[in-house]
């Protein structure tokens, strides 16, 4: 996910297609953009709500600029509603347009000038960007010392480097691991139907030399069994205000193995990623998917023709199957109500400093 | 599974293109045989189980008939052992192997006939057959009277006509079901790497007219989670004496997260399955297999070159995630130990009786 200033689009690694293909997409619109994250070009909760705010950088150079300022900032909405419908389930994409938003309101009632503000949006958008970075190291370190020196670790779907603008959420504490010196070893469960683990998670822990296995999904249990996982870690789209996590489909399943056989369960999330407005997790909607993401695996047919189907995109683990949920600002342990407030408090302080001091430099 | 008597040779349906491709594969030897069942061209235990006792008699009839019984029936038990070693973890190919054994060796001590040897060992393999049949209808029966009238069924890998001489195990309790008037919908769980659930079983059921969804496997806790689903079924290669099951990859997933959703989780196995010399799952081998099924699906590339991947065929699923053992001697419950006995002990009256009957007409 990154900003191409010379012609000013959005580029995107194209993730449908790894490893087997490296191919870079261009979004020079937010329709573009929209159709990247609903396609999963682009996918991984940190990811697309970085894309979606280069997205909203998009509308806003195309506007006219000769309208109104009104005018200008309900094309902006629009554009924001657009966007939000890519993918329903993840928090990151509404949360990352609504803060363009606010940049751009902010910026037209004091300055009265379109042009600022979309001067302001594009700061704003790479602010966004290297925050996720920064976030995701802070959150990387924290998750690494929960581990063991010599760890055997399931990771589920991808949570690296591709998900987010870099480094990785549930992948960073692993990267993080790694770079403390731990012993890690890692078992990637390949994460039908869209194989995010054989193809994207795989691919990077190949790619920074860091030990592991491939696993078809249901393999991840029997090893449980034998005593061969210490610790799991996963992301998520989102954490409702009791710590329900809404991720990845499968999520649920090794979280009640994973609890039957006494390995600690980690959600690694930024806490933009929970949402204290949704109680738990029975109000977070599901996606559901294509039935060709079940049926055909790279083109090929693996069902018969016009075989019913069912392919929920997540599903919701509730708190009691989670040991803790680790954030930027820290490891929340349950009671998760009164932690993941605290954490969310906490960046929150942090991040309205960044915010007053950014929103003053968009003035001058 | 199926003898043509024509020109001597045993027919597949080779199920590892299906549905794609519908192709019949020609056995003429035991080496055949044994590539047929390593290569899973055929597969599911019992129709393992009856394509060795088919190879058996390829073997028998190119032995040279001018050699001696005592070296006759040394070449058979190494066509035993070769087809023995094709699937190591699944009891019934060596529990039917044996059992031919037994007749040829009844046979050349009674008539000192190398002929009438051949001729007994190819009725014994048809017997074995047809009794394949007899017993998943009883099993099924047994099964299905479990099932309340409306029930939603979750079932894992295929246990079907294909994986059977025919009707099924744990989806012959839910033909039975439907036969009885039940009003049955099934959850289809792929079963990655193979993908015998959407190859297969989808396709059976289909043929059948039989209500189904076909799901990725990790969808399975999701649907428990949500109350969708009323029971699991499932065959098994092999259960030890207390009740433990060796079954396809998956199996010890669905039952934990089925006792933890209270939903019934029921083994269907013919009795020859259960292996009362084993005594816990501890002493089962797991099979691995060769990584391309991880990393390749029909072909295709899904996963990063050269990267590491483990395969295991089976996992163990403990006797204390089962709610019942179907058998076609009846449903054995807790504890185990004895109900598993007891079933064996009235298999082996009932096919003792019938093993008399045919042994005393391959002498006539």
Known sequence: VYW??????LVLLDQRHLPVKIEYIRCKSPADTADAIHKMIVRGAPAIGAAGAFGMVLGALKFNRNLNLDQFLMDLHNTKDTLDRARPTAVNLSWATNRMIQVAEFVAKATNSID???DALLLES????DEDVDINKRLGKFGAELFPDTV????HCNTGHLATVKYGTALGIIYSAAEMGKKIHVWVDETRPRLQGARLTAWEL?????PLHLIADSVAGHLMSKGKIDAIVFGADRVSRNGDVANKIGTYSICVLGKENS?????AVPTSTIDLDTPNGDQIVIEERNSEEVTEIQGQRVAPENVPVYNPAFDVTPARYLTAIVTEEGVCYP???KSLAEAKQKAEVRMSELRAKRLNSYLK
């Not at 190949?206 to 860091?210: A, L």
């Open 126 to 129: 790479q602010a966004l960007s």
């Open 263 to 267: 390995i600690p369960r980690y959600a």
């Open 206 to 210: 190949m790619q920074c030399g860091i």
């Open 116 to 118: 600022r503000v979309v």
């Open 152 to 155: 055997e670790v399931l990771h």
């Open 4 to 9: 191409d200033s010379l012609d000013s689009s």
């Open 335 to 337: 009671p998760f109500e």
